[in-house]
C-alpha cells in the first residue's frame, strides 16, 4: 500500500511538475505577445538565433530592405538581444535629441573589450564620469583648433611629398592605388600630430612601415565591424565559433606593442629633458605629450594607460580610415562624373588659382567643394549604422514602449537617401547643397555622418579638415582618370563592410600633374 501510495505521489508530482512547466512556458509567451504588442513591428525571430541570419554581407542594406515591410521603426531581436532599428529622420531625432540621454551608453562588446582596452576609448566607452573627463581632455587639450594650428606646416610638407610621390609614379601612363596612397598620407598626418617628428624611436619607426603592422591596421578595423554572433549569443562567446576573438587577441597584441613603445619614448624623452633641465616651453608638445601630462578630474584622477591606448587607437587608426574612404569614394564619384569634376576645378581655379596651392584657410571661400564633400558624406556614409548605442531605462520613441538594454542602430543609408527628404536621392549631385542650408554638424537629422548628441564624433573637426582640405589638394594639382580603356560607367561602385564602408574593389586611378614643379614644391626634407 505503501508503495502503492508512493507511485501515487511521483505520479501526482510528475503532473504538477509537467503542469507547471507548461503553465510557465504559456506565460512566457503571453508575455512576449503582450511585448511584442508593444514594441514597433518587425520579422518574426527564429528560436536561438532570433533574426540574425537576415543580416547578410551588408547588415544596412539588409536593414533598409526590412524597413520597406516593417517601416522606419522596426524591432529585431538578434539573438538574444533586442535592437530598435531607426530608418527615417524624425524617429533619429525622437531618439537622438529627445532621448539623447537614454541612448548614451555603448552595448559591451569583445571588440570594445578584446581591441579597445576594455572599452576605454572614447568611442566605445559606457556613458558616465569617466567617459565626460575622457572626453573633455580629448575635445579641450587634444585636438583643439589650437593643437590642429600648430601641425599645419607638418601637413603641408606631408601632402606635397606625396604629390610628388604619386605624380612619378603615374609619369609615363602609371596609375596608382589610391586607398594606399590616401591612407599612407593620412596615416602620416596624424601620426605627426599624435607625435611630434623624431619622437618615435628608430624599432617604433619601423614597425610603423612594416607591412605585418599595416596588416593588423586592415584586420583591427574588419574586426571592429563585424557582427560576432558572440555578443547577441552570449553563452556562444566562448566557442567561438566565427574564429573572431582569437583573431581579435592576436591583433590587440601587436597594436599593443606599438602603442606602449610610443607611450615609454614619450615618457623617457620627457625624463631626459627634466635631468638635462631643458626648457620644456621651447618643446611643442604633441598629442600623446598633452594626455600624459593631462590635468585631474574632479576625483584627482587621471587618464589610465587604457584609456590613453585607446584614446591614441580612436585618433591614429579610426581618423585615418574614415578619411582615406570619404576622399576615395568621392574621387571614385568625381571620375564618374567629369561635369562635376571639372566644375570643382574651375571654382579652384577661379577662387586660388595655380600659382599657390590650395590652403586649409581657403576652404570657407570653396562653397562647391564643400557640396561635393557634402553630397560625398551623404551618398557613401562610411558608418552607415553610426556606433550601436544601447538604451539605460525604458522610454517610448514613435508610441511604442521600448525596454532597457535595447541596442539601437540609426541606418543613415535610408535616411541619407529617403525620396521624401532628397530630390533624385540617388544620384550624386551636389548641386542640391548650394539650394538648401544643411550642414554635417549634427543638427540636420536628415545628414549625420558624425552623428549627433553627446555621442557625436568628437574628432569631426579633424575629419572634416582632412576631407576637404586633401580633396582639395588632389583635385587642384592633379587631372584624374581611369587606366586603359576602362570606361566610366564600368567603374565598379559596389561596398565592402567593416568598421566603415569602403570601395569593395580599390579605386585605381591615373594622376596627370596639373600645377607647375615650383608650385608644389620639393620637400624632401
Not at 513591428?41 to 526590412?66: D, E, Q, R, S
Not at 533586442?82 to 535629441?97: D, H, R
Not at 570601395?503 to 607647375?516: C, E, F, I, W
Request: neutral net charge; glycine residues 8%.
Amino acid at each position: 500500500m505503501e508503495e502503492g501510495h508512493g507511485h501515487s505521489v511521483t505520479g501526482q508530482l510528475s503532473f504538477f511538475t509537467a503542469a507547471a512547466v507548461l503553465l510557465g512556458f504559456l506565460l512566457i509567451k503571453i508575455r512576449a505577445a503582450r511585448i511584442s504588442k508593444r514594441l514597433p513591428p518587425g520579422p518574426t525571430p527564429w528560436p536561438v538565433v532570433g533574426n540574425l541570419p537576415l543580416l547578410g554581407t551588408l547588415p544596412h542594406v539588409c536593414f533598409a530592405k526590412l524597413a520597406e515591410r516593417y517601416g522606419p521603426l522596426m524591432t529585431m531581436r538578434i539573438g538574444s538581444v533586442n535592437c530598435l532599428i531607426v530608418s527615417s529622420a524624425k524617429y533619429a531625432e525622437e531618439v537622438l535629441k529627445t532621448n539623447d540621454r537614454i541612448w548614451a551608453t555603448r552595448p559591451r562588446t569583445s571588440a570594445g573589450e578584446l581591441l579597445l582596452y576594455g572599452s576605454s576609448d572614447i568611442s566605445s566607452m559606457p556613458y558616465g564620469q569617466r567617459w565626460r573627463y575622457a572626453r573633455r581632455i580629448f575635445t579641450l587639450e587634444v585636438l583643439t583648433n589650437k593643437k590642429l594650428a600648430e601641425f599645419q606646416k607638418s601637413r603641408q610638407r606631408i601632402v606635397r611629398r606625396t604629390l610628388n610621390t604619386m605624380l612619378d609614379e603615374c609619369a609615363g601612363g602609371g596609375a596608382v592605388r589610391v586607398d594606399l596612397v590616401l591612407s599612407k598620407m593620412i596615416m602620416t598626418v596624424v601620426s605627426n600630430m599624435l607625435m611630434n617628428k623624431g619622437s618615435l624611436s628608430a624599432k617604433a619607426e619601423a614597425v610603423k612601415d612594416s607591412d605585418d603592422f599595416q596588416q593588423s591596421i586592415k584586420d583591427l578595423f574588419e574586426l571592429l565591424g563585424v557582427f560576432n554572433i558572440g555578443d547577441y549569443i552570449p553563452w556562444l562567446n566562448g566557442f567561438d565559433l566565427q574564429g573572431y576573438n582569437k583573431r581579435m587577441r592576436v591583433t590587440a597584441k601587436k597594436i599593443d606593442e606599438f602603442l606602449q613603445g610610443i607611450i615609454d619614448d614619450h615618457l623617457e624623452r620627457h625624463k631626459l629633458r627634466k635631468q638635462t633641465g631643458a626648457n620644456e616651453e621651447d618643446y611643442v608638445q604633441d598629442l600623446v605629450d598633452v594626455m600624459l601630462t593631462r590635468p585631474t578630474d574632479d576625483d584627482g584622477q587621471t587618464l589610465t594607460r587604457e584609456e590613453i591606448k585607446g584614446i591614441m587607437e580612436n585618433v591614429l587608426f579610426a581618423g585615418t580610415d574614415t578619411s582615406a574612404d570619404t576622399v576615395e569614394w568621392a574621387l571614385s564619384e568625381l571620375i564618374r562624373n567629369p561635369r562635376v569634376l571639372q566644375k570643382v576645378q574651375e571654382e579652384l581655379d577661379s577662387k586660388v588659382g595655380r600659382e599657390r596651392l590650395v590652403e586649409e584657410s581657403d576652404i570657407p571661400n570653396l562653397p562647391y567643394l564643400q557640396a561635393v564633400v557634402k553630397e560625398t558624406f551623404r551618398l557613401h556614409t562610411v558608418a552607415p549604422l553610426l556606433v550601436p548605442h544601447e538604451s539605460t531605462e525604458p522610454c517610448t520613441i514613435g508610441g511604442y514602449e521600448i525596454p532597457a538594454k535595447t541596442r539601437l542602430f540609426v541606418n543613415l543609408h535610408v535616411i541619407h537617401r529617403d525620396p521624401e527628404r532628397w530630390e533624385k536621392p540617388l544620384d550624386f549631385y551636389p548641386e542640391r547643397f548650394l539650394k538648401q542650408d544643411k550642414d554635417v554638424n549634427g543638427t540636420d537629422f536628415d545628414l549625420l555622418p558624425f552623428g549627433t548628441g553627446r555621442r557625436m564624433c568628437p574628432g569631426k573637426n579633424l575629419g572634416l579638415l582632412s576631407v576637404h582640405w586633401i580633396l582639395a589638394v588632389l583635385l587642384q594639382a592633379c587631372e584624374w582618370a581611369l587606366p586603359g580603356e576602362q570606361r566610366i560607367e564600368d567603374l565598379d561602385m559596389s561596398e565592402k563592410f567593416g568598421l566603415t564602408i569602403g570601395r569593395k574593389t580599390p579605386l585605381t586611378a591615373v594622376a596627370v600633374r596639373r600645377l607647375a614643379d615650383e608650385v608644389i614644391g620639393n620637400t624632401a626634407n
